[in-house]
């Protein structure tokens, strides 16, 4: 699919990345038996097929102020979910917007930083045109939360 077969040094490879993206080649490559030249070749090939997208961190939401979160389900009128999409996209709240197929059209990551942040974001998404319905989803606590 991507042009470029992965073997099981790549996917040690992109193991360690995914657990800490700063993790240094060197490292990588003593901890795989590999030198520090091969990982940097490795990663290369893997950034250009498209395999590695981008390097990334992992933000605590309560630190920043967000702690409410939420999932909003949202469906919008058919021919506009791409406008939709994009304006769910330029509010700051919002952390992840993922196209579905099922009863809902979108499923967006929120934040907020009380209950009544959290009303007035929902307020503004349901203002959205063409935004049909919306439901909220409080998350309570996060047992495990992963960047895939």
């Known amino acids: 699919m991507f042009g470029v077969e992965l073997d099981e040094i790549d996917y040690k490879i992109l193991d360690t990345l ?3 993206a700063r993790t240094p080649f060197t490292e990588v490559g003593r901890d795989l038996g590999i030198s520090d030249a091969t990982v940097h070749v490795r990663v290369n090939k893997m950034m250009d097929a498209g395999i590695i997208k981008r390097y990334t961190i992992v933000v605590d939401e309560e630190a920043l102020g967000r ?3 939420g999932f909003m389900l949202i469906n919008v ?3 506009s979910l791409e406008e939709a999409a994009n304006q769910l996209v330029e509010n700051e709240r919002v952390s992840a917007v993922y196209e579905i197929h099922g009863p809902n059209d979108l499923i967006v990551k929120v934040g907020a930083g009380s209950l009544d942040e959290m009303r ?3 307020l503004k998404v349901r203002e959205i045109p063409n ?3 919306s439901e909220l ?3 309570f ?3 495990k939360e992963k960047n895939v």
């Open 141 to 143: 606590k996060v047992w």
């Open 131 to 133: 935004v049909a319905t």
């Open 120 to 122: 007035d974001l929902v």
């Open 137 to 139: 989803i409080t998350v």
């Open 77 to 79: 009128n058919p021919g």
């Open 67 to 69: 702690k409410v979160r």
């Open 18 to 20: 995914r657990r800490d």
